[in-house]
């Protein structure tokens, strides 16, 4: 007797048995020539930006699409077939050249595949970085403590040259300068 649950698929298994399909539709459609023999699958729990990734192995020449469960869960499947599609591009251009990005080949065969050049947000950030310059509405969301979220008084706008600020998305607390970065994490405590 075996147990119902022993045969039960996974979450992983059905996003991996998906974009298998999806993948191979794709290809016949679009005569993309990817080697699937040489493509691999895999999911990740941890990835919180990043919807999926392709990574190269030059030594065996195999390129493994991870996809993001967490992007999964949240975007219809539309939208993450997209995701699929972009990191098929990914992999042929890595078995084909050796090489990936986002340039001009790139977004060439991504448009023939209605691939996303980029993946929207599956994940509310954690940091929102402002300029505070009145005519300016540059934003930017990040997910980690980085060196401008830590200390945005020793960066500048991009876009007007203004300053920032930066705003804790969970607490709404705001800051402009490092020590006040490191007051209001004090004050957050386990909040933070």
Request: net charge negative; aromatic share 10%.
């Amino acid at each position: 007797m075996t147990d119902d649950n022993e045969d039960a698929l996974t979450i992983d298994d059905e996003i991996v048995a998906r974009a298998r399909i999806h993948a191979r539709e794709i290809l016949e459609a679009h005569d993309l020539e990817v080697d699937r023999d040489a493509l691999e699958w895999d999911v990740s729990t941890r990835a919180r930006r990043r919807a999926g990734a392709c990574r190269w192995d030059a030594d065996r020449e195999v390129a493994t699409i991870v996809l993001t469960r967490a992007a999964y869960r949240r975007y219809d499947w539309e939208t993450f077939a997209g995701v699929v599609r972009h990191e098929l591009v990914h992999a042929w251009e890595f078995q084909r050249f050796g090489e990936s990005g986002h340039g001009s080949r790139f977004r060439e065969r991504a448009a023939e595949l209605e691939a996303p050049r980029h993946c929207e947000s599956f994940s509310d950030p954690r940091y929102v970085l402002r300029c505070r310059d009145d005519g300016c509405d540059w934003e930017a969301r990040r997910h980690r403590a980085s060196k401008p979220v830590k200390a945005p008084d020793r960066y500048r706008c991009g876009a007007c040259g203004g300053a920032y600020e930066v705003e804790h998305a969970a607490s709404g607390r705001t800051w402009t300068t490092a020590s006040e970065f490191g007051g209001v994490k004090s004050a957050l405590g386990a909040e933070w």
